[in-house]
């Protein structure tokens, strides 16, 4: 069992930055891919980014690509999003992700554990 517990959510302006984090607890996960996924207003759950459990392989929405950055802190079990230049289209309910696979899928299927959520508003 992994336990995965986000933060940092909140309301910000447009072109403003956010920096989520998720604390991972329970079973060790070094050797687990991770993924942020969100989920907009009246919208299906939608991939963000991923990581590979070394965090050499990382991988981004189009849509966030050069303004989101994912990060890893395997030895205090946290993974981190920093969110830049954030735009209205970025609101939604943001989601900490862990496989049992180390391969960084885009896929939500594919993730195993999940978090509870923290909301991201952003305004115009």
């Known amino acids: 069992q992994v336990n995965l517990v986000e933060s940092g959510g909140g309301l910000v302006e447009a072109g403003g930055s956010l920096r989520l984090s998720c604390a991972v607890s329970?079973?060790?996960?070094?050797?687990?891919?991770m993924a942020w996924f969100r989920q907009p207003p009246g919208k299906e759950r939608e991939f963000v980014t991923a990581?590979?459990?070394?965090?050499?392989?990382?991988y981004y929405a189009e849509s966030v690509k050069g303004r989101f950055t994912f990060s890893r802190d395997n030895a205090n079990n946290m993974v981190y999003l920093q969110m830049n230049s954030l735009k209205p289209e970025d609101t939604a309910v943001y989601y900490c992700?862990?496989?049992?696979?180390?391969?960084?899928?885009?896929?939500?299927?594919?993730?195993?554990?999940w978090g509870q959520g923290t909301q991201v508003t952003v305004s115009s």
């Open positions: 990581t590979s459990w070394s965090g050499g392989d990382t």
């Open positions: 329970g079973r060790t996960y070094s050797r687990n891919a």
């Open positions: 992700a862990a496989s049992l696979s180390s391969v960084p899928y885009s896929d939500s299927s594919r993730y195993r554990y």
